[in-house]
T-cell receptor
């Protein structure tokens, strides 16, 4: 069964450092998303990506964040100058179409900023 | 007002019990509705979509009331393996949104032997 894969599963970084979270979406999917979940809180939308550009982003997704699809298979989330409050589980998701289809989530990357 | 609101629980029930979860959403333009399940420190996984006519999948029944902006999930004959957090999720093309998922905080279910 096809799945969304994320690497690494856990990333520890020092405050102020840059991190890149990697995702390989399901191969025939066209819509890609990043969500995050701070421990004990709800899953929050960060950004959606379609046709090689951002289609929507939330208030959380400020200039500190960027996304890229560098090679047609990987989908990355870069966080510049990490802050303690960036510590969270980051989930990548992909969907074949935009509406009314299941979004498949990766197993997540746990980011810990120390 | 929160976009998607759920009773946080926890719901502690014995095996075999029937349990119901409720959810309300704030934006009447929401177009698609789902229940996801999330195990501790794992990713959300789709349990079922929710349709206006109501739908059933084995022991699980989902209902949607658009007029009341209310979604429900009923689990019959609960199993130990049903223990998880159940997330109410809406999706809608409104306010510039192109269909991202809006999650409730989830209701935790613990099924005891």
């Amino acid at each position: 069964e096809p799945e969304v894969t994320q690497t690494p599963s856990h990333q520890v970084t020092q405050m102020g450092q840059e991190v890149i979270l990697r995702c390989v979406p399901i191969s025939n999917h066209l819509y890609f998303y990043w969500y995050r979940q701070i421990l004990g809180q709800k899953v929050e939308f960060l950004v959606s990506f379609y046709n090689n550009e951002i289609s929507e982003k939330s208030e959380i997704f400020d200039d500190q964040f960027s996304v890229e699809r560098p090679d047609g298979s990987n989908f990355t989330l870069k966080i510049r100058s990490t802050k303690l409050e960036d510590s969270a589980m980051y989930f990548c998701a992909s969907a074949r179409t935009e509406m009314n289809t299941e979004a498949f989530f990766g197993q997540g990357t746990r980011l810990t900023v120390v | 007002r929160k976009e998607v609101e759920q009773d946080p629980g926890p719901f502690n029930v014995p095996e075999g019990a029937t349990v119901a979860f409720n959810c309300t959403y704030s934006n009447s333009a929401s177009q698609s509705f789902f229940w996801y399940r999330q195990d501790c420190r794992k990713e959300p996984k789709l349990l079922m979509s929710v349709y206006s006519s109501g739908n059933e999948d084995g022991r699980f029944t989902a209902q949607l009331n658009r007029a009341s902006q209310y979604i429900s999930l009923l689990i019959r004959d609960s199993k130990l393996s049903d223990s998880a957090t159940y997330l109410c999720v809406v999706k809608g093309n409104y306010g510039g949104s192109q269909g991202n998922l809006i999650f409730g905080k989830g209701t935790k279910l613990s099924v005891k032997p």
